[in-house]
């Protein structure tokens, strides 16, 4: 009889702290060790792009947050450096660690980069130093090497067309960000545009925050959960997609 009062104690004893661990396991979040399988890629990042995603994980949870996120397959890749879903809309990020001035224009095909420099030239004198050795002269002059780039914007435009289109999402508010790093000095034609942003790193924060601020709910918790999953599923980042992609962009812009 008291080895039956005993186990009759017992058993709620033990179920009860079994049954709280199964809800914790079934409602947890994806903790970081899943991060690199599920729902970020860091092979081929630079810095800037990391600093990025960890300054996105500071306001959202993981399973919100896509780094180095690509899709699709064979010369029909899209690679995009963040995606960020919330229930008030998606946000499709590009960022570009560019130094320099770039002189933007949100109608331009191509924006420019300047990148002003001191540059060493030898000069036509030939001298001699303390120790008898021969050495060439040089002399310092200004130097400024301008470049052209495609418009980030027309190139993030079509992540955005893509992921509606591929994903189905033509219904859901998506957000076209392009976000430089602090190094570069951004001058940029001021513009209206309700889904369509430009900024430095130091402002990305602030800016998402604030758009969220002023929007209403439009995705369902189930619906954002399932987006999550068609994401995680129909990704097809790997090293080789990735350099098979970068080379299919140097072949289209850099002629």
Known sequence: M???????????????PLGF???ILVNRKPSDTFISTLYANF??????????????RKTFNVDQVFLNYMFGKGDKTTQIDHLVITRKAIFVIESKDYKGTIHANINSQNWSQKLEYVKSTPSKYISISKYGNPYRKYYLKNHVDTHKLYNPILQNQGHVNSIKYHFGFTNLPIVNMVVFSNRGNLVMNEFDSKDTFVLIESELTYTIKAYLNTRPNVIKEADLKYIENLLICLNTNSEENSKEHISRLKNQYLK
């Open 21 to 23: 661990l199964f809800v």
């Open 2 to 16: 008291f080895i039956l009062t005993t186990i009759g104690v017992l058993i709620p004893i033990i179920l009860i």
């Open 43 to 56: 092979k081929g990042i630079n810095e800037f792009e990391l600093r990025i995603h960890q300054e996105l």
